[in-house]
């Protein structure tokens, strides 16, 4: 059988050849073979899928113009034998260079890899135990430190990164007791960094010191939202003024002004974000704002929806674009940097979808479904160039 596999044109490869380019081993799915002409081409950008029951990391090209994807590789993650227990954050450093990718079991490995600038290609450089079992992992602003929040846990913590990518073992601050800790953000100033605990139905506000290496707290410390909501994950508005929320058990989305001088948060609206038909408690997962910030979405895992608003230019408000279907079980889901298509995954689908977003009214229309390992949960999406 003649392959086209990506960078490699209609040639049979020997075992020899094949391990000589990472492949051994690999079988790419059907979807991920044939006559794509990005195949041929070195990609420009590159999406990044963590799969946590089979411990990989999905490599994919993806074409700006069409949203098409093409597999390059399946990377195994190390540190452990066991499966990581339903997700497996991921975090990619500003400048591109290194992603980071955190186990859930053992001794909770996180993996250090450091991306190829020419074939989006990930090089294993470093495996690291962290202090607890992470549902969060993000850097700060500079890639020097890693910040993470554990959920089982209920603690934040903040390890360095060294010069060469790898995660230091020691922690710098380990901030104990926040019940159900579930994302950690740090704003583009690197001077504020806001945490959810899901438990006491708060968002925490913290001031980074990247010199102490530590948070304090900031203004009041904690916004509340209604009690019993849990707060779960969040995003930042690209203009820097609005901060957005979803809540896990009511499924609604707040939004937030942002402080520009003091980086304290100010509640300005709740949405409802769940179909008006399902009547159980829902389950959100995780939201995402267009790069151009006109647009926000949410995610909601027992309905298997996605739900799309348009942002108010000014106001930071929202009003609704509708609910949509996608992958089943949605913990995660992610929008390309020219906010052209919304790539979401199902835990329970092992498959991912790619959703055309319309420029004028933010509507998803969907393309095309890809296999995926076991269990996906996380994308990361990078351009190369």
């Known amino acids: ?73 399946k990377v195994p993650v190390p540190g452990t034998d066991k499966p990581s227990p339903a997700s497996m954050p991921m975090a990619v450093t500003p400048d591109r260079r290194f992603l980071y990718a955190a186990l859930r079991s053992d001794n909770f490995p996180a993996s250090s890899f450091a991306i190829d600038h020419t074939t989006g290609q990930l090089t294993h450089i470093a495996t690291t135990p962290l202090q607890d079992s992470m549902a969060y992992i993000v850097t700060d602003r500079t890639g ?28 710098t601050h380990i901030i104990p007791n926040r019940p159900k800790s579930h994302c950690i953000l740090v704003e583009p100033t690197n001077k504020y960094c806001y945490a959810t605990s899901l438990r006491s139905d708060t968002i925490m506000e913290w001031k980074f010191d990247p010199s102490s290496r530590t948070l304090s707290p900031n203004g009041s410390s904690e916004v509340h939202t209604k009690p019993g909501a849990g707060p779960r994950h969040m995003a930042l508005h690209p203009n820097r003024r ?21 980086g304290i948060l100010m509640e300005l609206q709740f949405v409802d974000a769940l179909p008006a038909d399902f009547k159980e408690q829902p389950a959100a997962a995780d939201l995402h704002v267009t790069p151009d910030g006109r647009f926000l979405y949410g995610s909601e895992r027992k309905t298997s929806t996605l739900a799309g608003y348009r942002i108010d230019p000014e106001k930071g408000t929202l009003s609704p674009i509708g609910h949509f279907p996608t992958e089943k079980t949605p913990r995660g889901f ?44 996380w994308i990361e999406i990078v351009d190369l160039r």
């Open 242 to 262: 609005f901060l957005y929320l979803i809540t896990e058990t009511t499924d609604t989305i707040g939004v937030y002004a942002i402080d520009p001088a003091l």
């Open 1 to 73: 059988m003649a392959l086209k596999i990506y960078g490699v044109r209609r040639k049979r490869l020997t075992r020899r050849q094949a391990l000589a380019l990472g492949l051994g081993g690999i079988a790419f799915p059907s979807p991920f073979i044939g006559g794509n002409a990005m195949a041929e081409n070195t990609p420009d950008t590159i999406v990044y899928v963590s799969n946590a029951a089979s411990k990989e990391i999905y490599v994919l090209a993806m074409n700006r113009d069409t949203g098409d994807l093409a597999l390059i590789a």
């Open 334 to 377: 992610n929008i390309d940097p020219r906010g052209r298509f919304l790539l979401s995954v199902g835990l329970d689908s092992n498959a991912m979808t790619v959703y055309r977003i319309d420029p004028q009214s933010g509507a998803l229309t969907s393309l095309k479904q890809y296999p995926m390992g076991q269990q996906p949960n």
């Open 144 to 171: 020097r430190y890693l910040l993470a929040a554990s959920y089982p846990g209920n603690k934040l913590t903040i390890n360095p990164i060294d010069e060469q990518g790898h995660i230091v073992e020691r922690a």
